[in-house]
């Protein structure tokens, strides 16, 4: 049975709440409220500061039919949750579109990021239809020779800002963002691409910090350069610039790229009520830390709950990994982001 969008909402709260509890306690008094579905391994660019594109490994992924059984699944169980799909380009995977349209079925949100390379006129009215709450497109700069050289193919940016513009020209279009890295390559734009963002009618943009890796990870990395381009971007927020990074985020990024810990709110990990599904079925809340168990042979609430589990979860509360929280994935929005976004999704925006 599909759920109100109000009962959704209440379910939703509820996990994080009780999240919340059980990282105080240290008990499991909460289900996932974001899953993730690795569904794609593959992806066409060869950006500078990534190294998921080396990852490709063929076979082994679950089939369509087992990821839509899987999502039904995981919906019967843990209702209050938002699906993401992640890690490398989603829709260069088949399966895709299908599990999308399978989530809008059973009231689920749904919200990807792509680089945009793929997304046609036709693409776009197949992404618009299926549901989909909050897309992500990947514009790291306005300038072509810059947003190319990082993703490392010609063409890139030009096919970014086509798929934009097929995804906001349709009516029933979801929630439409900009997501930019902020590197070496890119730090005088910042504000720029803010602004763009709001002149090109999007609902947003957001700003994450470079992991560092891949092929030019040092050639890229800006370190304490940085500080001086997020004042710049932060005073743009407070000038009303649709950035959807909150001030403590931000904040926090300065912090990385000077190589100091974190300031305090805006870098907690989200991996405690995450669950994340790998290709080939296998259940992680924390890459590094390892798999728990695999959700095609294994009863989901038992794997949550298991020793392994609670052995993960213990590292995630001991973890000192800054670098990773600043992740998107990870960051608590500002308030009136959070506010926005529910607005949104219970005028039922698509």
Same mark, same amino acid.
């Given at each position: 049975m599909?759920p ?6 209440f379910s939703y709260?509820l @996990? @994080?709440a %009780?999240?919340g509890?059980?990282?105080l306690?240290?008990?499991?008094l909460?289900k /996932?409220s974001?899953v993730? %579905?690795?569904n794609s391994? #593959? ?5 500078? &500061?990534?190294d %998921?594109w080396r !990852? @490709? ?5 679950l089939s369509?039919? *087992?990821?839509i059984?899987?999502? *039904? ?5 843990a /209702?209050?949750f938002v699906l993401g799909?992640g &890690?490398?380009e ?7 579109l299908p599990?999308?349209?399978a989530?809008k079925?059973l009231?689920?949100?749904a ?8 997304? !046609? ?11 989909l709450?909050n897309?992500?497109?990947s514009?790291?700069?306005l300038?072509?020779e #810059? ?6 193919v010609p063409g890139?940016q030009a096919?970014?800002?086509l798929?934009i ?5 349709n009516?029933s279009?979801p929630?439409v &963002?900009?997501?930019?890295?902020i590197t ?11 602004a763009w ?5 999007? !609902?947003?943009?957001s %700003?994450q =910090?470079m992991?560092?890796?891949g092929s030019a990870? +040092?050639?890229?990395?800006?370190? =304490?350069k940085?500080? =001086?381009?997020i ?6 927020? $407070?000038?009303g610039?649709p950035?959807?990074n909150?001030?403590?985020q931000?904040?926090?990024?300065k912090?990385?790229y000077s190589?100091?810990?974190?300031a ?5 990990c989200?991996?405690?009520?995450m669950l994340k599904?790998?290709?080939?079925g296998? #259940?992680?809340f924390c890459v ?10 294994? !009863? ?8 392994a589990?609670?052995?993960?979860? $213990?590292?995630?509360? $001991? ?5 990773c929280?600043?992740l998107?994935c990870?960051?608590?929005s500002?308030l009136g982001? $959070?506010a926005k +976004?529910a607005?949104n999704f219970?005028?039922g925006?698509?």
């Amino acid at each position: 049975m599909k759920p109100s969008r109000l009962a959704f909402s209440f379910s939703y709260s509820l @996990q @994080q709440a %009780f999240s919340g509890l059980s990282e105080l306690t240290g008990l499991t008094l909460h289900k /996932p409220s974001r899953v993730i %579905f690795e569904n794609s391994s #593959v992806c066409n660019l060869r950006c500078g &500061y990534c190294d %998921f594109w080396r !990852d @490709q490994v063929p076979g082994g992924a679950l089939s369509t039919g *087992e990821w839509i059984s899987l999502l *039904e699944r995981i919906r019967a169980w843990a /209702p209050g949750f938002v699906l993401g799909l992640g &890690y490398a380009e989603p829709f260069a995977e088949a399966s895709t579109l299908p599990i999308l349209r399978a989530a809008k079925r059973l009231g689920v949100p749904a919200v990807c990021s792509t680089n945009g390379t793929l997304v !046609d006129h036709a693409k776009a009215v197949e992404i618009c239809a299926a549901g989909l709450n909050n897309i992500y497109v990947s514009l790291d700069s306005l300038r072509p020779e #810059v947003h190319d050289g990082l993703r490392g193919v010609p063409g890139t940016q030009a096919k970014a800002l086509l798929a934009i513009r097929h995804l906001l020209s349709n009516r029933s279009r979801p929630a439409v &963002y900009a997501t930019a890295v902020i590197t070496a390559a890119n730090l005088e734009e910042l504000p720029a691409l803010a602004a763009w963002a709001a002149d090109a009618g999007l !609902d947003g943009i957001s %700003f994450q =910090a470079m992991m560092r890796r891949g092929s030019a990870k +040092d050639a890229l990395w800006p370190g =304490a350069k940085a500080c =001086a381009a997020i004042d710049r971007l932060m005073a743009a927020k $407070r000038a009303g610039a649709p950035v959807r990074n909150s001030m403590a985020q931000l904040k926090n990024f300065k912090c990385y790229y000077s190589g100091l810990p974190p300031a305090g709110a805006g870098a907690a990990c989200a991996a405690f009520r995450m669950l994340k599904i790998k290709r080939n079925g296998e #259940v992680r809340f924390c890459v590094p830390m390892g798999g728990i168990g695999n959700a095609m042979r294994a !009863d989901l609430p038992r794997l949550w709950r298991s020793e392994a589990a609670d052995a993960v979860r $213990r590292g995630i509360r $001991r973890c000192s990994n800054s670098g990773c929280r600043l992740l998107n994935c990870h960051a608590t929005s500002s308030l009136g982001t $959070r506010a926005k +976004d529910a607005v949104n999704f219970l005028r039922g925006r698509r």
